[in-house]
Nanobody
Framework: QVQLMESGGGSVQAGGSLRLSCAAS?????MGWFRQAPGKEREGVAC????????YYADSVEGRFTISQDSAKNTVYLQMNSLKPEDTAMYYC?????????????????WGQGTQVTVSS
């Protein structure tokens, strides 16, 4: 069983930055960040494999967002820079044991409760 706890959401103006954190307990080999805006499907934002450190990003955030991990703290971070109003969503941390399709929500079976990110223009 894996438990996840997100923190770090909030409100920011366009162009600003936020850092999300996700503290995990239990075994998993990868963790990801997903987001869901009102009326839209949940989409994968970024993912990281625990052992290799390999990272994957959605095209919409590539170059603006960075996913990283602190293995000692069993925590994953999402640094979000140059935020845009279209980044506004509930952001969820996810974890699983798997080897591919890391940005596919159906590949993850452990989820946090989410943290709201609001970007105003």
């Amino acid at each position: 069983q894996v438990q996840l706890m997100e923190s770090g959401g909030g409100s920011v103006q366009a162009g600003g930055s936020l850092r999300l954190s996700c503290a995990a307990s239990g075994y998993k080999n990868r963790m990801g960040w997903f987001r869901q805006a009102p009326g839209k499907e949940r989409e994968g934002v970024a993912c990281i494999y625990s052992r290799s450190g390999a990272t994957y990003y959605a095209d919409s955030v590539e170059g603006r967002f960075t996913i990283s991990q602190d293995s000692a703290k069993n925590t994953v971070y999402l640094q979000m820079n140059s935020l845009k109003p279209e980044d506004t969503a509930m952001y969820y941390c996810a974890a699983s044991v798997g080897s591919d399709r890391c940005l596919d929500q159906y590949e993850h079976n452990y989820w946090g409760q989410g943290t709201q990110v609001t970007v105003s223009s």
